[in-house]
């Protein structure tokens, strides 16, 4: 069973809106979690990780970590057409040696 | 922008033949994953170093796949017998340590027909 399940599975936006991206994970062991995104024809590039509960900011960017309900959310302002990609949550546990579980993906279209 | 640089970005391959990649990974990142991304595009965790040495792999690489990442030299991944299900793009990262983000190549597209 998938470990890191994200939703929805696609989102449509208009140019300049509020993109928001869900992550839950199922394993209480992962406490560091990351975002990813992915543009057609390249590998992913992270975009930001998050490790305390709260909100983290990287310009327009925001992640909200919720550990007790094990929930991740990513939030895109004033989107434009080049955030359009995969999205990807990556989860892991706070262990060295250990590898990035990767969530189910976010398919982003932001319209014009 | 990441330099971790992967090769070649296209692979075609018979079944039952072997397919190799490389993968040099970004300067000062002792940490290699391979990954299988799959055309439903998730993603499958494969094997991963850390200085050359073989921290965790998963079943399916301990059989029919192999993999190094030798000092002074580039990874790689190498499928013995390919088999129609190995078609997927294969993405290398890299990492500075364990906690810290994950530098990925543009990957190598495996085709077995």
């Known amino acids: 069973q998938q470990k890191v399940q994200q939703s929805p599975e696609s989102l449509s936006v208009p140019e300049g809106g509020m993109a928001s991206l869900n992550c839950t994970s199922s394993?209480?062991?992962?406490?560091y979690f990351w975002w990813y995104r992915q543009h057609s024809g390249e590998g992913p590039k992270a975009l930001m990780s998050i490790f305390s509960d709260g909100d983290k900011k990287e310009g327009r960017f925001t992640a909200h970590l919720n550990k007790a309900s094990l929930h991740v959310s990513l939030h895109i302002r004033d989107s434009q057409p080049s955030d359009s990609a995969l999205y990807f949550c990556a989860a892991s546990e706070p262990n060295s040696g250990t590898y990035q579980r990767f969530g189910t993906g976010t398919k982003l279209q932001v319209v014009p | 922008n990441s330099k971790v640089i992967q090769t070649p970005r296209y692979l075609v391959k018979g079944q039952g033949q072997k397919a190799k990649m490389r993968c040099i990974p970004e300067?000062?990142?002792?940490?290699v994953f391979w990954y299988q991304q799959n055309k439903n595009n998730e993603f499958k965790f494969l094997i991963n170093?850390?200085?050359?040495?073989?921290?965790?792999q998963i079943d399916m690489t301990e059989k029919r796949f192999s993999a190094e990442c030798p000092s002074n030299s580039p990874c790689s991944l190498e499928i013995q017998s390919s088999e129609a299900g190995d078609s997927a793009l294969y993405l290398c990262a890299s990492a500075r340590d364990w906690e810290y983000e994950q530098y990925f190549g543009p990957g190598t597209r495996l085709t077995v027909l």
């Open positions: 394993d209480r062991n992962f406490q």
């Open positions: 300067k000062g990142h002792p940490v």
């Open positions: 170093f850390q200085n050359q040495e073989v921290l965790q």
